[in-house]
């Protein structure tokens, strides 16, 4: 038999008493909430600057243009032996 402090007093506690208080000071159906959020890895943004340096070191020529797509990648417009070329960079 084991005790509780309380306010000073000690109180006698059977064995069934004891693994009550056990089971609701560790219960593992409580999950806490954390204080401090998790941090989630993410890819850098590309920049159309980016995109459009990395199609020309790719494949070379003179980059005419670039937009952004709705998926977040860029379409890249690039004259190379006079024929204009589309490539697409996806994040």
Do not use: C, W
């Not at 952004?68 to 024929?83: A, F, I, P, S």
Request: glycine fraction near 10%; aromatic fraction near 4%; charge should be positive.
């Amino acid at each position: 038999m084991l005790g509780i402090a309380a306010a000073g007093a000690t109180v006698p506690v059977s064995a069934d008493q004891e693994g009550l208080l056990q089971r609701r000071l560790v219960d593992p159906g409580i999950v806490m909430p954390r204080t401090t959020p998790v941090p989630r890895f993410r890819e850098p943004r590309l920049s159309a600057t980016d995109a459009a340096r990395q199609v020309q070191r790719r494949y070379g020529g003179r980059v005419l243009s670039v937009q952004e797509e709705n998926n977040g990648g860029y379409r890249v417009k690039v004259l190379k032996d006079g024929e204009v070329r589309i490539y697409k960079i996806h994040p």
